[in-house]
């Protein structure tokens, strides 16, 4: 088969790779249907991870059962599954407690932006749909593996409820999926932090009410002005960096929470400002799977379109314009069509 390969940043070549086999009873073999880029792929491709040796990438991934091992009976051969980056067996004590991204068996895909995928603990982690879904959902399900799953993390470590107002820090996908789950959860206001014309566009019709183009403590004035002075109920911190966190931080009011999905680069936090500032933090990787049958459900029956994240769809061996695009910010998500 033939799949993407990181050979050094900004160095991506789609090459041919060793067939996935059953390693483990609990394995099951995908053949994919649909991939993508990740903006975490990009921290690698920056040079701002290393990269190490070369290897394969990609983690979010929809597919047709091809194989399953002897233990694995939840799904078979021949069905549409979604997945999530992180697999989980869906019974240890962190699994049970829903947080099946922290499961004591986890992986972490990372060779899905190929043809053929092998799915540790697919029993735990898959979750096939009742019929082959029409193809235009499948863009829809590919982004509950992954931004549509971390975007309803991230609205609900923030804790958004009905009547609220949110903030959503960062216009990438995960943000703009933020912004669709604190719809869904019953926000009132929705404030975006964008200063890109496409994304404030895609950003309000997801359910945005307000924009906020300033960065920074300019941003955070802002927000005070749109809250009566205080700050926002919840803040969706959907982006990772020292910036972004502390702008999540100084949007929430006292006695909010910020729930902070972006996986953090360089950012310190300072305990005598948390402490006084009375802002509940939780964030993480989310734990997809706890959510996974409630967002292929909100997917198929047209509740919600996260499948409108992806502004640029190219075949699988044109991976690396994919990179390229989101790297310059041609596109906000690239899809890949085996
Ligand atoms: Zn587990």
């Given at each position: 088969?033939?799949?993407?390969?990181?050979?050094?940043?900004?160095?991506?070549?789609?090459?041919?790779?060793?067939?996935?086999?059953?390693?483990?009873?609990?394995?099951?073999?995908?053949?994919?249907?649909?991939?993508?880029?990740?903006?975490?792929?990009?921290?690698?491709?920056?040079?701002?991870?290393?990269?190490?040796?070369?290897?394969?990438?990609?983690?979010?991934?929809?597919?047709?059962?091809?194989?399953?091992?002897?233990?694995?009976?939840?799904?078979?051969?021949?069905?549409?599954?979604?997945?999530?980056?992180?697999?989980?067996?869906?019974?240890?004590?962190?699994?049970?407690?829903?947080?099946?991204?922290?499961?004591?068996?986890r992986?972490?895909?990372?060779?899905?932006?190929?043809?053929?995928?092998?799915?540790?603990?697919?029993?735990?982690?898959?979750?096939?749909?009742?019929t082959?879904?029409?193809?235009?959902?499948?863009?829809?399900?590919?982004?509950?593996?992954d931004?549509?799953?971390?975007?309803?993390?991230?609205?609900?470590?923030?804790?958004?409820?009905?009547?609220?107002?949110?903030?959503?820090?960062?216009?990438?996908?995960?943000?703009?999926?933020?912004?669709?789950?604190?719809?869904?959860?019953?926000?009132?206001?929705?404030i975006?932090?964008?200063?890109?014309?496409?994304?404030?566009?895609?950003?309000?019709?997801?359910?945005?009410?307000?924009?906020?183009?300033?960065?920074?403590?300019?941003?955070?004035?802002?927000?005070?002005?749109?809250?009566?002075?205080?700050?926002?109920?919840?803040?969706?911190?959907?982006?990772?960096?020292?910036?972004?966190?502390?702008q999540?931080?100084?949007s929430?009011?006292?006695?909010?929470?910020?729930?902070?999905?972006?996986?953090?680069?360089?950012?310190?936090?300072?305990?005598?400002?948390?402490?006084?500032?009375?802002?509940g933090?939780?964030?993480?990787?989310?734990?997809?799977?706890?959510?996974?049958?409630?967002?292929?459900?909100?997917?198929?029956?047209?509740?919600?379109?996260p499948?409108?994240?992806?502004?640029?769809?190219?075949?699988?061996?044109?991976?690396?314009?994919?990179?390229?695009?989101?790297?310059?910010?041609?596109?906000?998500?690239?899809?890949?069509?085996?």
């Amino acid at each position: 088969m033939r799949g993407a390969v990181i050979h050094a940043p900004g160095d991506v070549r789609f090459e041919t790779l060793d067939d996935p086999k059953i390693l483990e009873p609990t394995d099951a073999i995908i053949r994919t249907a649909l991939t993508c880029v990740c903006g975490s792929d990009l921290w690698p491709w920056r040079g701002l991870e290393p990269t190490g040796e070369a290897h394969p990438m990609g983690h979010e991934y929809v597919g047709f059962v091809e194989e399953v091992g002897s233990e694995v009976t939840s799904v078979r051969p021949g069905q549409f599954v979604v997945g999530s980056f992180a697999t989980s067996d869906n019974t240890c004590a962190n699994c049970r407690n829903g947080f099946q991204s922290n499961c004591l068996h986890r992986e972490f895909m990372s060779s899905c932006q190929a043809e053929y995928v092998r799915i540790p603990h697919a029993q735990g982690t898959l979750v096939a749909t009742a019929t082959v879904p029409d193809e235009g959902y499948w863009p829809g399900l590919l982004a509950v593996s992954d931004v549509m799953g971390t975007g309803w993390w991230a609205a609900d470590a923030a804790e958004v409820k009905p009547g609220s107002t949110a903030v959503v820090v960062g216009d990438g996908a995960v943000g703009l999926c933020g912004v669709i789950a604190a719809k869904e959860r019953g926000a009132e206001r929705i404030i975006a932090m964008s200063r890109h014309a496409s994304r404030q566009k895609l950003a309000r019709e997801f359910g945005a009410t307000d924009i906020v183009t300033e960065r920074g403590e300019e941003g955070v004035a802002r927000i005070k002005d749109l809250t009566g002075g205080i700050g926002a109920d919840s803040v969706l911190e959907c982006v990772g960096t020292a910036q972004a966190m502390r702008q999540a931080l100084h949007s929430a009011r006292p006695g909010g929470n910020v729930g902070f999905v972006g996986v953090p680069h360089e950012v310190a936090l300072d305990g005598q400002e948390l402490f006084f500032s009375h802002v509940g933090l939780r964030g993480g990787p989310a734990p997809v799977r706890r959510y996974l049958p409630e967002l292929i459900d909100g997917v198929l029956s047209g509740r919600i379109e996260p499948g409108k994240v992806f502004d640029l769809t190219l075949p699988l061996e044109q991976v690396a314009e994919g990179y390229r695009a989101m790297d310059e910010r041609r596109a906000v998500k690239a899809l890949l069509r085996p």
